[in-house]
């Protein structure tokens, strides 16, 4: 058993855990957190034995009757892999951490692609990070684009990508986030820099994004524009989406007209923390129109789960780092061990 | 095997029908549907017989490849007591129905209080409901005021309860609700019928009620007082409500500063849906000043699940009706097989 | 002085009737309204003569001390030109009263193109409308998108359009309208109906576009993509729309990054109502990027105020209708009289 | 002509600033602000002389095109008065600078009443700031609760208030405030800061208040009970509310069911900047209930303007302080400028 460290134990870090814990061939070593409440009660109660990541607020967890198993540094010591799933930026920081124990590492979308040996996103380039010792699984967005563009480029020749990314404003218990009533440029200047992370994944895709932030918390919507050099039809796009194993596209027979009846189904069946793996495409919206200059634009919306689309992706990663699997064998031993698919 | 139809498969339905089913001594008979979506793709998944509850449409079900065993009227005649979840309203022109068919019937608290033989809280008035025919569990806000209230008056006096109730515009899913950007005053003239809707629980209480729309999903929020005509401590009053099993008093340690982090905690616990059948009181905003005429006044703020609360006390309310069980028996039973209490 | 009569007396009617008596060479003949509120009380105040619009409740304006000059249908006869301002639909049912009593009228965006003789843009076809009998003022978001495809056409040699319209849920005072947490798309399938009624204005442009609604209520925003047959520069695109007298371009130096902060620079300057006449779009967003199989691509974000950018339109249209002015010579009697330009 | 120079020419300087505009006794020596942006160049325009406020960054003001009359210590020394609108805390830096050119001080709500001369609220205690050097004008729910308070305690003997602010996350423009979707107890702790900071205006006042904070921002809600020890009818109370020239009691003719309503109101009747400098009261609102343990308990609801409801306060505390005007002249002068009442 593959034994996998947690650094940083909020929005992604308790989802990778969890993951983890459910995987036949890895196992949480423990993780580790800067600061005692309910998540950190949870992780104990669980048998994730608790780290501090902090030296100087360590004594806190035990004034709050919370038992450490030591301190971030013995984490690190202890595991075979390392997930970083700490704020964006702090990730950078610990590296020389993970390095002074020679302990491979991940790391989220919130870190630049300069200090990584590769980025990473299983549908696209999983033979990319086999056996790397820094990997960053790029960011929800990034993510949800490229498992869309992937089987897109199989079939039908690419040849520009336009994306406006209209993204929640913070997450459902972000309480400090806003705008309250605005839809607000961010960025203002364009192409955003989403763009440029997709070429991390796909270096000569042609692709220009927008970036909107809007008040709402449940997940990010992507409306996509992708001119096509092929002419397939509509239905033929969509058996393609639908062969896929983390898009979801959403049938009409299911009334679901938002974020909010996506996550009350994901609810209704039971997912934990009602997460949404998949990019959900709408199959109504899935269109194709004349171009004059190319083959045809192609338009689509997905909805994209912020909080839990790169947590499949960081447990293909392990296995790419620990060179555990083949990309399509990690990808099926994720699903069913997760449950994706609905 | 006490055999129990629902009648109305939406938010407060759905959640009924896995509370029946997870219980040792009731079963799920059936539920009645007005039209296919993904909610009734999900009965049939959980293998609940489905019903068709407008005649007219009920092609509309085998359109969408879905079996139905038979329409309302059938489900009603094959159950023992029937849960009639459907919207404010109708629950009263469905009566007819029940009573032709001999069936004894629950209904919500968006129903009126005068055609039912009793209105009914678990905590506070279980015995009214002991084999009454006709049972209107009362809505989630005077749920979660009756439960306030009743460990009050056993212990303190209470003189006269005031409370503003900040309820949440819509549910999650709700998209066509608002406000989108304002606080309303909803009802205008005061006090609110909230206060009225208590009374039917507790006749004699005084109570004065003013209620807000707002644009949040998630929870109610209730702005308590409540003057008293002992002088208890903020901690013995907090002590009595730890005490509850309905109530979970949040802690300072939990870090949990609104209905976010309260929705996000019942996530990662597990809770189905993510619900919170509990009143949620925050510890640190139990006070207790003083009060000129009276003992004293005491304040505090709980946050109410409007998806969730009724759902316990519905299954409490069948084994009244049924004659199942005493209060003290039912409540443990539901509490248990739920997994009440965190 | 010619004679205007507006039908409907909301969100429109009561913008348009000032603009109106603001010009030198229109006058208000009066207003109709289907209900008393504060927004009939102020049209009193101001001497608009007040008409009924529906005769069964003409007596509720008595009721609340205000009096009538008479049914909507003596203002129609009292009338050189009408403004219909009336809910979407409502127009089209009202078309038979114009012409029974011969008076050309004005439709709003909300109608449909159909039952009119031309769909009408001050700055893309004004021609188009002189001394027609019945006009269709185009919606705010086609109004927006023509007045910023006009000047391109012109320079550039427009191949296509593609603009995303992240729509904002509700007017400010529109309590009932949601969503409130959620981003929906509206209408699911693609591509939306905005692109055809653009195509009202120009009949030839290529021109795809998708809608989003979310929780905000300020304005409009879109996100555009117009593929440019020459390479101009972004500076060039820039400076054309400089230019424009109904397109404001927002300085860097202005520290703008919402509507939110647009609304309060309107608010500042005085502008009546707060309203923003003009499309607003971020200089700082304005970007040309490399496209392989046409010139260049054309990126910008535009905030389109949706209370109050047809209203100029709607004067000039009233110029056109009636053969008051050329459309260079209406464009600048309305800017003038109103005080466009900041 | 008395000299009032202002320091920060934010959401309050800047309306401060145009209202001593408008007075016939006092007029605008300058305006100090911390940085360029379109408010800046408003200034300008309006020929308010531009300091800068801090000296690192006077140099941005030439930059952006921007002539500066000096820093902010040169305003002061110019002013006969200076308002202080800088954000909360900042205020109490800035009096040794006050103090160093012996130029009284006027201070807003966000600072602590512990080093200024008084707290001021023109209706409730005009006289204590009359001649003193530095005063405090109370935060807007503040006032706003001191002008409801002050006619009630004059007719009918308060014994105690009880007020729950459901506030506004963020001010329009301020996009990076939440909460997004939640209603957040702020401060949890009870009873809330406002209370004490009522009895800087009410020493003897028995009040309790409790806070939330909602995703919404265009006016505060006040849900307010007043236990009063006389009995007067809910009709007696309005007819005392109506006479109030900084309250406006909403009819029920007008049709006003919330804050948008009420700032639609605003922009209608052309105030600027729509703003309500009145307490919001809903007639209807208005009830009298029984209380067994004194008179009666008082209902009702008011919206207060966050932004502007202290701006004619400020007003008159600057006559207070520079002994222009008794109180009821003050008053009187004020609103006849600004042209309170509707």
């Not at 491979?104 to 790397?132: H, I, K, M, T, Y």
């Not at 994944?201 to 042609?206: G, Q, V």
């Not at 620990?322 to 031993?333: G, H, I, N, T, Y």
Request: proline content about 5%.
């Amino acid at each position: 058993m593959l034994r996998v460290g947690i650094n940083g134990y909020g929005t992604i870090g308790k989802r990778v855990a969890d993951a983890v814990a459910a995987q036949p061939d890895m196992e949480v070593a423990g993780v580790a957190k800067t600061r005692p409440n309910f998540e950190a009660e949870l992780a104990v109660e669980r048998d994730y034995p608790l780290y501090a990541a902090i030296e100087e607020r360590a004594e806190r967890f035990a004034d709050a009757g919370l038992e450490l198993a030591g301190m971030v540094e013995d984490l690190v010591e202890e595991s075979d892999v390392v997930v970083d799933a700490t704020p964006g930026g702090i990730g950078e920081q610990n590296k020389p951490m993970y390095e002074a124990y020679d302990t491979p590492a991940l790391f989220q979308g919130g870190e630049s692609a300069d200090f990584v040996d590769a980025s990473f996103n299983a549908r696209a380039n999983f033979e990319a990070s086999v056996g790397a010792d820094y990997v960053r699984v790029v960011s929800c967005n990034t993510t949800g684009l490229s498992r869309l563009v992937a089987p897109l480029q199989e079939h039908y020749d690419v040849q520009k990508v336009r994306a406006t990314l209209v993204r929640r404003g913070g997450d459902p218990a972000q309480t400090g986030r806003g705008p309250i009533n605005d839809i607000v440029p961010n960025p203002i200047s364009l192409p955003s820099h989403h763009g440029p992370d997709v070429n991390t994944i796909f270096p000569d895709l042609a692709i220009d994004t927008l970036g909107l932030k809007v008040p709402a918390t449940l997940m990010h919507m992507h409306s996509v524009n992708v001119t096509l050099g092929d002419e397939p039809t509509a239905e033929e796009v969509r058996a393609v989406l639908e062969a896929e194993t983390r898009i979801k596209v959403i049938r009409e027979e299911e009334g679901i007209d938002g974020a909010g009846k996506l996550k009350e189904l994901a609810q209704d069946v039971g997912r934990p923390r009602a997460d949404l793996w998949e990019n959900c495409v709408w199959g109504e919206s899935i269109t194709v129109e004349e171009n004059a200059n190319a083959g045809v634009d192609l338009y689509l919306f997905q909805a994209i789960h912020q909080e839990s689309d790169v947590v499949p992706e960081n447990v293909d990663a392990i296995r790419a780092v620990a060179e555990l699997a083949d990309a399509e064998e990690s990808v099926r031993l994720t699903n069913d061990a997760l449950g994706l698919g609905f």
